[in-house]
C-alpha cells in the first residue's frame, strides 16, 4: 500500500512539474528573475529623521530616527512616490514631538500613530486624509489645535482619549 501511494505522488509530482514548464512562455525573453522581482517590491529607508517603507508605489511612514524630535513637517513624496499612509505606531511616545504637518497625498493615518505624544500641541490633517485609525492621538494630553476635515469617513475608537 505504501508502495503505491508514492508512486501515486512521484506521478502526480513529475505531471505537476512538467504541467508547470510547459505553462511558462519558452521565449527568448523570458526571465525567471522577474516573477522574483515581482513579488520583491517592498523597500525601505530614512528621510531625513523619518523612517519610511515603499510597498507598491507607494509611501508609508513607519517611524522616526530620533525620539527628541520637536517639528516635523512629512514631504508629499519620496523617491518619486508619493507618501499616502502614517503607519500605525509610526510616532507613538514621541515625548518631545510639538508640531507635525501633514501632506496633501496621506489618505490614511494608521492606529495609535501619535499615541501619547504628550508634547504634541498642534497637528494639520488635510483634506485628503479619509481614514484615521483607533487611539491616533490618545494621550496627547497638550494638544491644542486640530481640525478633522470632512473628507475622513472613518475614524477609529478612542482617537481622542486621554486628552486634555
Same mark, same amino acid.
Given at each position: 500500500?505504501?508502495?503505491?501511494?508514492? %508512486?501515486?505522488?512521484?506521478?502526480?509530482?513529475?505531471?505537476?512539474?512538467?504541467?508547470?514548464?510547459?505553462?511558462?512562455?519558452?521565449?527568448?525573453?523570458?526571465?525567471?528573475?522577474?516573477?522574483?522581482?515581482?513579488?520583491?517590491?517592498?523597500?525601505?529607508?530614512?528621510?531625513?529623521?523619518?523612517?519610511?517603507?515603499?510597498?507598491?508605489?507607494?509611501?508609508?511612514?513607519?517611524?522616526?530616527?530620533? %525620539?527628541?524630535?520637536?517639528?516635523?513637517?512629512?514631504?508629499?513624496?519620496?523617491?518619486?512616490?508619493?507618501?499616502?499612509?502614517?503607519?500605525?505606531?509610526?510616532?507613538?511616545?514621541?515625548?518631545?514631538? %510639538?508640531?507635525?504637518?501633514?501632506?496633501?497625498?496621506?489618505?490614511?493615518?494608521?492606529? %495609535?500613530?501619535?499615541?501619547?505624544?504628550?508634547?504634541?500641541? &498642534?497637528?494639520?490633517?488635510?483634506?485628503?486624509?479619509?481614514?484615521?485609525?483607533?487611539?491616533?492621538?490618545?494621550?496627547?494630553?497638550?494638544?491644542?489645535?486640530?481640525?478633522?476635515?470632512?473628507?475622513?469617513?472613518?475614524?477609529?475608537? &478612542?482617537?481622542?482619549?486621554?486628552?486634555?
Amino acid at each position: 500500500m505504501k508502495k503505491k501511494l508514492k %508512486r501515486i505522488i512521484s506521478v502526480l509530482t513529475a505531471i505537476a512539474v512538467v504541467g508547470a514548464a510547459n505553462y511558462f512562455p519558452q521565449s527568448e525573453n523570458f526571465n525567471a528573475r522577474n516573477l522574483i522581482s515581482v513579488s520583491a517590491s517592498i523597500s525601505y529607508g530614512n528621510y531625513g529623521v523619518l523612517i519610511y517603507e515603499i510597498v507598491d508605489d507607494e509611501v508609508t511612514i513607519t517611524g522616526l530616527i530620533d %525620539r527628541n524630535t520637536t517639528w516635523i513637517e512629512i514631504p508629499s513624496e519620496i523617491e518619486g512616490y508619493p507618501v499616502k499612509n502614517i503607519g500605525g505606531f509610526s510616532f507613538s511616545n514621541s515625548i518631545n514631538l %510639538r508640531t507635525i504637518k501633514i501632506p496633501n497625498s496621506v489618505i490614511d493615518i494608521g492606529e %495609535r500613530a501619535f499615541y501619547c505624544c504628550e508634547n504634541l500641541q &498642534s497637528i494639520e490633517i488635510p483634506n485628503s486624509v479619509t481614514s484615521i485609525g483607533e487611539s491616533t492621538f490618545s494621550g496627547c494630553n497638550n494638544l491644542q489645535s486640530i481640525v478633522v476635515p470632512n473628507s475622513v469617513i472613518s475614524i477609529g475608537n &478612542s482617537v481622542f482619549s486621554n486628552c486634555s
